[in-house]
């Protein structure tokens, strides 16, 4: 058999293969994309920036927990004019589809961002209305109206594919998809992490300095999984599942619950860039065992009850 078809469209967006990595994770400067870029991924994606640069939350922003990491981060970056640069650099050396992921303190801010980077050649968005621990963007994405009016915002600033990056915290995450399709988004990611903290026990206090934090890793995968299955029921455009992705085997358990492309975050801190090369490896021989010719074949397939 010929070596089965790894490549993927994602809204009208060629990817040779389905592997992104997750925002946030290497997506700063120029060089940390080039890094991403020689690591053979199929498309890329930024860490999330807004209008004002902003320093972060102080240290400590990681900590190790069984099953995963708590970050803080507190969405650390150079802001939206400085990045510019940052991504046309980038896109002088990637060669492969860039997504550029925006937040914003308001619905109107995801317009204005976007709008203020339409004219950078990158292939698409990706609106981050998810942040569990940093006031105000989670809550765009934990609110009909906020999240509507965001996703319309952006949607008029730009032709271009619009990814809308969603909470495994929401009470229904199919409702919050269902809105960001109708509002125009061109796809869902699912997820961002879950907000969960972590007490110092010497010190007496939460560990993060942020205090709230993101979980990310091995005990993310099971909700998001749930959230990329429950996507794929109600809503039409594309789901990227995101969340605990170390293996080829988790990333088939994402197509399976209909993930059309997958990012891969944690596992980079843990097992290295080399993680992508070990994933597709694994896919190709698992879709060259079943006698499948194309991954399309997977997506989805776990709904056929
Ligand atoms: O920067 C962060 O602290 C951060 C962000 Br913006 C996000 O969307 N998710 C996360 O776990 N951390």
Known sequence: MV???????LAGVKLENPLMN????????????????EAGLGALVTKSVGLKPRPGSPNPTVVEVPGGLVNSMGLPNP???????????????????????????????YGE????????PVAGFELNVSCPHVGGVGEIGGSPEALREAV????????????????????????????????????????NTVRSMVIDLEAERPLLAGVYGGLSGAALKPVAIRCVYEAYETVKIPVVGCGGIFTWRD??????????????GTAIAYRGL??????????????????????SRLVGVAHKR
């Open 274 to 295: 080399e993680v992508f090369r070990d994933i597709l490896s694994g896919l190709s021989a698992y879709l060259e065992a079943k006698g499948l010719d194309d991954l």
């Open 152 to 191: 319309k915002g952006a949607r008029a600033s730009t032709g271009k594919p619009l990814f809308v990056k969603l909470s495994p915290n929401l009470t229904s995450f199919a409702e919050a998809a269902r809105v960001a399709e109708e509002a125009g988004a061109d796809g869902i990611v699912a997820t």
């Open 3 to 9: 070596k089965p078809c790894l490549q993927v469209e």
């Open 22 to 37: 997750a925002s946030g994770i290497l997506g700063l400067t120029s060089y940390s994309l080039a890094r991403l870029a």
């Open 79 to 109: 802001g939206l004019e400085a990045f510019k640069s940052e991504v046309e650099e980038a896109l002088s050396k990637i060669g492969k589809p860039l997504f550029v992921s925006v937040f914003g303190f308001s619905p109107g801010e």
């Open 251 to 264: 990333a088939v358990e994402y197509f399976m619950a209909g993930a059309s492309a997958v990012q891969v």
């Open 113 to 120: 961002a976007v709008r203020k980077l339409s004219r950078l």
